[in-house]
């Protein structure tokens, strides 16, 4: 039948006409609904046109933003002078994102006598390091530290800062992410850059079951922190020099709410998991607290470590210093030798860079195989006291 067309609700959009599969539809209009369409048109135009010309002005805002950071950064931190290694780690990252971008790679040295921080960061690559050299910086404290990142920040404008993933390094990179209004990305596992001079942050996501690459191309700095051992040591270099740049930032001491009284070392001399060179690691698979010994015979004769799948830890046969994986340690030893352990993505990611992995199940499908140099199927209760028995034997035998 005929088409009832409601009039209160029909806007003349046409659409009906453009559908209509039969093409049985056509529209006519009054010449004074005609002037209202076509004055609607223009109005629709207009404000086309001014939307469009407001993006172009803030596209060219950023442009002009971004234009203006320079500079690849890495913090180097310290406790009482001594630099964490994963600075030194991430100064060889850091060199090879300055190389693409064609800017320098700068260090951020920030404490108490501690310009000496900066020569080692020329050895590592810096060619420049931007020296805060006060007492009120000798402890590390989120306030002051903030308040001088942020301000050298400010005068200086890099436009890449990395920190390792530490305690200290996780603290204050959240801090000033937030106070400069940038994005952060934790935990990155790879960096590179693109053709736009963004930085490609990868890091594992969803629990670890795929990898995330981040960017943060609307705001600089962008910030990444990295954790100990996931990048590569680069070559020091014995006579490299470079610019100081010292700077002062006056901050008064009583304005500090955090005073640090005493520093109180850990009495239980905790294994350092993550610079050992042969870790030997159990799971689920060693059954009881007790078969741990076995682990630590065999790490004895290697003159390394017992670390452990989070099953492990999680059954309290080893304490969580020694966990190894997403929410464990990173390690990188010469020797990973993994027991009883399936190879969930979430402990491959903690190991999967060490030089070599010898991996021991009775199940011959577990994926820990697909990352080992060395795969043996079997019972690890044979093989694991045979290991270190030959090892001794190899021992006694001399060179
Ligand atoms: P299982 O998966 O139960 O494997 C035990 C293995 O032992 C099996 O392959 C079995 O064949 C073998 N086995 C048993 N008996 C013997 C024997 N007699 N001889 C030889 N082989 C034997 N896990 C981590 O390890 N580290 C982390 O940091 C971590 N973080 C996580 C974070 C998140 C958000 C989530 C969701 C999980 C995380 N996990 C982590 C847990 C992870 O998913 C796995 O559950 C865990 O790694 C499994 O530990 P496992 O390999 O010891 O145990």
């Given at each position: 039948?005929?088409?009832?067309?409601?009039?209160?609700?029909?806007?003349?959009?046409?659409?009906?006409?453009?559908?209509?599969?039969?093409?049985?539809?056509?529209?006519?209009?009054?010449?004074?609904?005609?002037?209202?369409?076509?004055?609607?048109?223009?109005?629709?135009?207009?404000?086309?046109?001014?939307?469009?010309?407001?993006?172009?002005?803030?596209?060219?805002?950023?442009?002009?933003?971004?234009?203006?950071?320079?500079?690849?950064?890495?913090?180097?931190?310290?406790?009482?002078?001594?630099?964490?290694?994963?600075?030194?780690?991430?100064?060889?990252?850091?060199?090879?994102?300055?190389?693409?971008?064609?800017?320098?790679?700068?260090?951020?040295?920030?404490?108490?006598?501690?310009?000496?921080?900066?020569?080692?960061?020329?050895?590592?690559?810096?060619?420049?390091?931007?020296?805060?050299?006060?007492?009120?910086?000798?402890?590390?404290?989120?306030?002051?530290?903030?308040?001088?990142?942020?301000?050298?920040?400010?005068?200086?404008?890099?436009?890449?800062?990395?920190?390792?993933?530490?305690?200290?390094?996780?603290?204050?990179?959240?801090?000033?992410?937030?106070?400069?209004?940038?994005?952060?990305?934790?935990?990155?596992?790879?960096?590179?850059?693109?053709?736009?001079?963004?930085?490609?942050?990868?890091?594992?996501?969803?629990?670890?079951?795929?990898?995330?690459?981040?960017?943060?191309?609307?705001?600089?700095?962008?910030?990444?922190?990295?954790?100990?051992?996931?990048?590569?040591?680069?070559?020091?270099?014995?006579?490299?020099?470079?610019?100081?740049?010292?700077?002062?930032?006056?901050?008064?001491?009583?304005?500090?709410?955090?005073?640090?009284?005493?520093?109180?070392?850990?009495?239980?001399?905790?294994?350092?998991?993550?610079?050992?060179?042969?870790?030997?690691?159990?799971?689920r698979g060693m059954m009881a607290p007790e078969n741990f010994t076995m682990l630590q015979e065999l790490a004895d004769e290697l003159g390394g470590v017992v670390g452990a799948s989070r099953s492990a830890v999680d059954a309290g046969w080893m304490p969580h210093d020694r966990q190894v994986g997403q929410t464990g340690k990173t390690v990188r030893p010469k020797i990973y030798i993994a027991c009883g352990i399936s190879g969930a993505i979430q402990h491959l990611v903690g190991m999967q860079d060490s030089d070599v992995v010898i991996a021991i199940n009775r199940d011959k499908e577990a994926p820990i195989f697909q990352v080992a140099t060395y795969g043996i199927v079997?019972?690890?209760?044979?093989?694991?006291?045979?290991?270190?028995?030959?090892?001794?034997?190899?021992?006694?035998?001399?060179?």
């Open positions: 039948g005929e088409p009832i067309v409601l009039s209160d609700k029909c806007i003349g959009c046409l659409k009906c006409v453009k559908v209509c599969p039969a093409e049985a539809m056509e529209m006519f209009f009054t010449p004074e609904e005609l002037q209202i369409l076509q004055e609607l048109a223009k109005q629709q135009e207009a404000s086309g046109v001014a939307a469009a010309e407001e993006e172009d002005a803030e596209e060219a805002a950023l442009a002009t933003m971004l234009a203006a950071y320079r500079g690849v950064w890495v913090f180097v931190e310290q406790t009482e002078g001594e630099p964490a290694k994963v600075s030194w780690e991430l100064m060889g990252v850091g060199a090879q994102l300055a190389k693409s971008l064609g800017v320098e790679l700068c260090a951020m040295v920030i404490g108490e006598n501690v310009e000496h921080l900066c020569h080692e960061a020329f050895a590592y690559g810096a060619t420049k390091a931007y020296l805060l050299d006060q007492k009120v910086f000798h402890f590390y404290r989120t306030e002051p530290y903030l308040d001088a990142c942020c301000y050298l920040i400010a005068k200086y404008k890099p436009e890449i800062i990395l920190m390792g993933a530490t305690g200290m390094g996780r603290d204050l990179a959240g801090a000033v992410a937030t106070r400069v209004k940038t994005g952060l990305t934790a935990d990155c596992t790879g960096l590179d850059v693109d053709d736009k001079r963004n930085l490609r942050q990868t890091r594992p996501a969803f629990g670890g079951n795929i990898m995330a690459t981040i960017m943060c191309d609307k705001f600089r700095p962008q910030m990444a922190t990295v954790r100990p051992h996931v990048m590569q040591m680069p070559e020091k270099t014995g006579d490299a020099t470079g610019e100081i740049i010292q700077e002062r930032f006056e901050i008064d001491e009583a304005s500090i709410l955090t005073k640090v009284l005493e520093i109180i070392k850990d009495k239980k001399a905790g294994v350092d998991i993550a610079g050992a060179e042969f870790i030997v690691s159990g799971g079997g019972d690890l209760f044979q093989i694991v006291p045979a290991l270190t028995q030959c090892i001794r034997e190899l021992k006694n035998q001399g060179p």
